[in-house]
């Protein structure tokens, strides 16, 4: 005769919550009367509160002209020392034509070009668009689309630079943000550069990502 | 919960000996008080604030309603993205499967992002008996870990360490682990920082396995949020081949949107930014980026008891921001490390005996451990009314009984009788009166002593109120 299966500890679990909510009151739906933006709708606005947030926590952010987009790339980083530029999948060649720098592209596909963190490590940085920008926390959100690559990419190299289409990318809230993006892809939200406040709770910026953000607001 | 302080002293014997500590009363004071600041001009900042924190509470409650439901439901997004879903009951069965996965990759190394779940359960303990080296990457917790100290707050397991603690414990300790500190290397915070970044750098470059907690998991999509500040959790998150996230069964929330009320309450709460630095999300895995392998370790470990309790349930709630630490008058004084867990402060009072139960000496003094003053569940995003929680775990304590509640009892049962008897009251306040000038300014024996040994007792009016009243009013 074989003895009954003990239950697993997914049943049990289960089991527990149930037993534990058996007189639980029925909880209303919850209600949203918060606001879906702390701003007024105007781009103008959107755009210099999101200029202000990100210069707040200590990113440098730029306003370039489309067509003098790869010249400023391009100064920037010789006024950086970079050398060396990680190039995601899908970067506009347009937007480092005017760059005197190697170029390491990284598929990130296996069949392609895929860079290690060693090899991540000795790069000097890294260019990238994004999928949108929060105007009122001052944050660029990635989520692996064209021109933007996997995540280490953003992350080992020192300087990240960040170009924001204000056309079409900046929202001004959190709220605003959600619905536009695709949970199912992994998402790096960057609001500043890497920073710690475990010191005395007194906020440093530089710690393991990159240690200097630029961001570059794309203006038509 | 694991035996990580064992043997702790009672709240009462652990706060007293830390109050003598002045260096760390001067760090904690220093701390909180910078933090308490900003974190109310952040927070001034969004007008609908009140509205935000009822909303993540009801949104915190209706999923606890239906918490078997949503993790069922999360089970089935986790999965069908790529991940691997377990179950574990309690600390031991968590470290159990945890330990597993590990030596199932053949590493016998991992980086760890801060995780108040793996600080409860004990994991570090429990890798390093199973010959795996665990790195916490944390600043703090690098700190903590190196100096083999304890955590001492939620945010900032280092609070009690000033600058020049921090420079003493990296110069002295990093060298056993890895690369040494840079030679003279000054308590500066920004060259602290540098020294964590250069030290720790090559333990992510060559990491096959990372181990995180979660801030939230959504049930609706099977997604995952790390919220973190230097990129050590992305480090965690990205880098390895194998990524385990132990998370407890609590951290759920149910929709995707359900983010827009937490993003915004959570950073705010916790380190008074509008935006942390850094938030990771992922679901399951992805073909092209970051680990091949992902596995979700749902923790029970004293969660499904504090959800039968119908008061107490609400410290379920929290999103682990540790903003009532901060505020707390008595965590300022007596520091974390007196509340003997994982969790101090006024949440830690409320959550550790309950997760843990009440029978050891420390989880049955920590409902005492407040003043009952409130300030915690002002600023409290998910809107824990902690005070609440605290009477009610008091109650219960007292109804175990023990020798200063057996007391108290009796003492109130006399007042009861006193309070029923009006003509036994007035009579007994028409001596005390009329004797006020006998009575002494300190109370005598050993325990009403020691009470009045930094207190004056209340002087005793010339007449009862009542007699005043009537010779007066009527």
């Known amino acids: 005769m074989s003895s009954p299966t003990p239950p697993s500890s997914r049943e049990r679990i289960l089991a527990r919550v149930r037993e534990a909510l058996t007189d639980a009151p029925e909880t209303p739906e919850p209600t949203r009367d918060y606001l879906p933006t702390h701003t007024i709708d105007d781009a103008a606005t959107v755009l210099d509160l999101l200029h202000e947030n990100l210069a707040d926590y200590r990113a440098f952010v730029h306003r370039v002209a489309d067509d003098e987009l790869p010249s400023f790339i391009g100064t920037l980083l010789a006024e950086n020392g970079v050398r060396t530029v990680a190039v995601p999948p899908g970067l506009s060649a347009r937007w480092l034509a005017a760059s005197e720098v190697e170029q390491l592209l990284d598929e990130g596909a296996p069949g392609g070009a895929v860079l290690t963190p060693y090899d991540l490590d000795a790069i000097d940085a890294v260019v990238t668009s994004c999928a949108l920008a929060i105007a009122e926390t001052g944050t660029i959100v990635l989520d692996g689309g064209p021109g933007q690559g996997r995540r280490a990419l953003t992350l080992v190299p020192d300087l990240h630079i960040c170009v924001v289409r204000t056309r079409d990318q900046v929202v001004a809230s959190v709220p605003q943000s959600l619905p536009r993006l695709d949970p199912g892809r992994p998402l790096t939200w960057i609001s500043g550069p890497s920073a710690t406040s475990d010191i005395e709770l007194d906020r440093v910026e530089g710690v393991h990502g990159p240690r200097t953000l630029h961001v570059v607001l794309l203006c038509p | 919960m694991s035996g990580t302080f064992v043997g702790m002293p009672a709240f009462p014997k652990a706060a007293h000996e830390a109050v003598g500590n002045t260096t760390l009363r001067a760090n904690l004071r220093h701390a909180t008080h910078t933090i308490r600041d900003k974190r109310a001009k952040a927070v001034a900042e969004l007008d609908d604030w009140a509205l935000l924190r009822e909303a993540g509470k009801q949104i915190k409650d209706h999923t606890l309603r239906h918490l078997d439901t949503y993790l069922v439901q999360l089970e089935e997004t986790v999965t069908a993205a790529g991940g691997t879903v377990h179950w574990a009951t309690d600390a031991d069965e968590a470290n159990r499967i945890v330990t597993h996965l590990v030596k199932e990759t053949g590493e016998c190394e991992v980086v760890k992002v801060k995780s108040m779940a793996t600080q ?21 917790e690098l700190i903590v870990q190196l100096g083999h100290d304890r955590p001492s707050h939620i945010l900032v397991p280092a609070i009690h360490r000033n600058r020049g603690e921090i420079r003493d414990i990296f110069t002295k300790e990093m ?59 992305r480090m965690c998150l990205t880098l390895p081949e194998t990524l385990i996230s132990v998370v407890g069964i609590e951290k759920i929330v149910p929709t995707w949107r359900d983010l827009e009320i937490f993003l915004q309450t959570l950073p705010r709460s916790s380190t008074a930014e509008r935006m942390n630095p850094y938030t990771s999300m992922w679901t399951g895995t992805t073909d092209t980026d970051g680990p091949r392998a992902f596995h979700l370790v749902l923790i029970d470990n004293g969660r499904t008891d504090t959800l039968a309790d119908e008061v107490g349930r609400q410290a379920l709630r929290c999103i682990r921001c540790s903003a009532c630490l901060n505020v707390c008058p008595v965590y300022e004084r007596a520091g974390g490390h007196a509340y003997g867990s994982v969790y101090p402060g006024p949440i830690g009072a409320i959550l550790s005996p309950q997760l843990r139960g009440t029978t050891s000496e420390i989880d049955a003094s920590l409902p005492y451990a407040s003043s009952l003053c409130g300030a915690c569940y002002e600023v409290c995003p998910v809107a824990i009314d902690i005070p609440e929680v605290l009477v009610h775990l008091r109650e219960k304590v007292a109804d175990q009984g023990g020798p200063g509640h057996r007391l108290e009892r009796a003492a109130i049962k006399a007042a009861g009788w006193i309070l029923d008897h009006p003509g036994a009251l007035a009579a007994g306040e028409r001596v005390a009166s009329r004797t006020r000038k006998l009575h002494p300014k300190k109370l005598p024996g050993p325990g009403a002593g020691q009470w009045t040994n930094s207190r004056d007792l209340p002087q005793m009016p010339a007449e009862p109120f009542r007699d005043w009243w009537k010779k007066n009013r009527t």
């Open chain 2, 120 to 140: 409860e359960i004990g994991l570090n303990e429990a890798l390093e008996e199973a010959g795996i080296a665990a790195y916490e990457t944390d600043l703090a």
């Open chain 2, 175 to 233: 060298g056993e682990w890895g690369r040494p500190a840079p030679e003279g290397l000054t308590d500066t915070p920004a060259e602290l920082a540098e020294a964590a970044r250069l030290h720790l750098r090559e333990k992510f470059l060559r990491a096959k396995v990372g181990i995180s907690g979660a801030n939230f998991m959504v049930a609706e999509t099977g997604t995952l949020v790390v919220v973190e500040s230097e990129g050590n959790g």
